[in-house]
Every structure is written in structure tokens, then in C-alpha cells.
């Protein structure tokens, strides 16, 4: 299974020098709750609502004169697209964290899967799984 079949591609991303009020506009206008900040499209950083309490709220940083260099996420824990969908729920569920960016060679940025994604995707693989267990256990054919 591709895990960029299940992220958001392409990942929303903001650049180092993107205002906190910038990106969180961003946020909110495509309705995620994670950018990841890239520097001539590698992944540098991550910045998530999270990040807005945590590192500017409580803080009490202005979110229009302070940048993603200053507040994001760095270094940040990546899956690549072949890392298995329960791999990928195993390293965020013990991080504790719900977007895990997805890299490609020279942490070239290829999506951003969420943890919402993820579930969904794992809950239909076993709703398959059930239904084609059902149908066989209950099958009335010869042998059955």
C-alpha cells in the first residue's frame, strides 16, 4: 500500500519566512491542522495548531511578526510511500502526534497524512476484510 494514496497530496506547505497569522489563515482556509514548512521544497519543518498554543499563545508571540523559522517543528519524524499505513499509525500514536509528513529521496516532500486519514483507511481495510470473512463463512455451495 502507497501511502500517498491515503495523504493529502500535495502537503500544504509554508516557507521559513510565513508569518504564524499567515499560516494559520492557511490552516484554515483548506481545513487542515498542519503545514509543513519547506526550503526549495524539502521539508525543514513542521507547524501545527498544537505549535499555535504551545509555542506562540503561551508565549505570547505576535503571530504577525513572527515566522515559521522561529516556532516550527524541526526536526521532524517522517514515513516515507512505502511505509505500511499501520506503521505509520504506530509511529504518530507513539510520538503523540496526528500529521506525519511524507518524504521522498533528499526529504523532498511528497504529502501529509493525518491521523484522521489513516483510521479511516485502516477502519474500510477491515470492513473489507469482515464483509469477505462473512460471505465465506456463510456461503451454502458445495463443500460449504
Known sequence: MNLLKIARVPAPTVSLDTTVIQAIQQMAEIRVGAVSVVKHDELVGIFTERDVVRRVAVQGLSMDRTTMSEVMTSPVK?????????????????????????????????????????????????????TALDCYMRADGPGG
Open 78 to 130: 517522517v514515513a516515507h510511500a512505502d511505509t505500511k499505513p499501520s506503521e505509520a499509525l504506530s509511529v504518530m500514536a507513539s510520538n503523540r502526534f496526528r500529521h506525519l509528513p511524507i518524504v521522498g529521496n533528499g526529504m523532498k516532500l511528497e504529502g501529509m497524512l493525518s491521523l484522521s486519514r489513516v483510521l479511516h483507511w485502516i477502519v474500510e481495510d477491515l470492513s473489507q476484510e469482515l
